[in-house]
């Protein structure tokens, strides 16, 4: 299964923290899994804050575009496409809420797994947790709403 962010439209594929298309950008991939969003993200040496810790900036921004890829994932699910294979819709943050746990370790490979709270014609809220080797570092809710067509260009969202 291919990540959603890897089938978005090209007009959609820039984001600094998941387009496929940004040479410079973080790459935030996430996989469908039974109703999950998974995704994995390895933090390089300069993203820290302090010695030993990843930059909470960092933090947000992964669990942002994991939870914007999750939403796609739950509105495809709900309206029978397959995620993963599909086209994926583009959605957008209204909403970023991050509760910071712990901090988080570097050098360790960061986990994310997002749930669908509500998924609705326009909007899907989504939970996130982000662990590292086990340990739950932040939580987060995301209000992602579909992308207005002022910004679509050539792709169709749907």
């Not at 932040?138 to 260009?153: E, H, L, N, Q």
Request: proline share 6%; net charge neutral; with cysteine.
């Amino acid at each position: 299964m291919a990540a959603l962010q890897d089938l978005y439209p090209d007009d959609f594929a820039h984001c600094y923290g998941c387009g496929r298309l940004n040479t410079n950008g973080l790459h935030v991939r996430t996989e469908w899994i039974d109703g999950e969003g998974i995704a994995r993200f390895q933090p390089a040496p300069y993203h820290m804050a302090l010695p030993g810790y990843v930059y909470g900036g960092l933090i947000a921004s992964v669990v942002d575009c994991h939870a914007i890829g999750t939403a796609a994932g739950a509105s495809m699910t709900a309206a029978g496409r397959t995620p993963g294979r599909d086209t994926t819709p583009r959605f957008v943050t209204a909403s970023l809420q991050v509760d910071f746990l712990r901090p988080t370790p570097l050098g360790l490979e960061l986990t994310l797994r997002a749930r669908p709270d509500l998924v609705d014609d326009r909007k899907v809220i989504v939970s996130v947790i982000l662990s590292a080797d086990g340990a739950e570092c932040a939580r987060a809710r995301v209000i992602a709403v579909r992308a207005p067509a002022s910004m679509v260009k050539e792709a169709r969202v749907d």
